[in-house]
């Protein structure tokens, strides 16, 4: 018996065997990465990367390695087949963009918390007037500490979304 559990001859070859059409060995390096009942695995690397660079690429690893890369290629291959141009770069582009989108909604959730709670919370003013300016009010409350964690990046970003 074989150590990919085929016995010769008995049970089909692996699926880079079959689409290759060629006799699967005992020692196949597509064999454990590429089974049988997986066909469209292989086809799918085998039409973006070819058999022969996949061939050379898995023998150049060692095998704690090769599961990785396989899975890596099954990755590259199926987003090269949706688009052709720019691949992964495209669905980690698209990724970094809704990212910065989502980050500059935060800030302005944000914002909108700090400017919500100093209208709902009594701030005694540095003057003591309720017609204070508008840059002492302010300075005021630059100096006090925020009533949830941020870091100071953060906190200058929120303060100039106040107060600009």
């Not at 010769?8 to 079959?18: E, I, R, V, Y």
């Not at 690397?45 to 990785?68: C, I, T, W, Y």
Request: with cysteine; hydrophobic share 35%; glycine share 4%.
């Amino acid at each position: 018996m074989k150590e990919s559990g085929r016995k010769q001859g008995a049970l089909s070859p692996c699926a880079a065997c079959k689409l290759l059409r060629r006799r699967c060995v005992q020692d196949c390096v597509f064999a454990p990465y590429f089974p049988a009942d997986q066909p469209q695995k292989f086809a799918i690397v085998h039409k973006v990367f070819g058999a022969s660079n996949v061939n050379k690429m898995l023998q150049e690893l060692p095998e704690q390695q090769r599961s990785d890369a396989v899975s890596s290629m099954v990755y590259e291959a199926n987003a090269r087949l949706r688009d052709p141009v720019y691949g992964c770069v495209g669905a980690i582009s698209s990724l970094q963009q809704q990212v910065d989108v989502l980050q500059n909604q935060l800030a302005q959730a944000r914002a909108e918390v700090v400017q919500i709670r100093m209208q709902t919370h009594q701030f005694p003013s540095a003057s003591g007037s309720a017609a204070a300016a508008g840059s002492s009010r302010g300075d005021s409350l630059r100096s006090r500490r925020p009533y949830f964690p941020l870091s100071e990046d953060d906190q200058a970003e929120v303060e100039d979304c106040l107060w600009t």
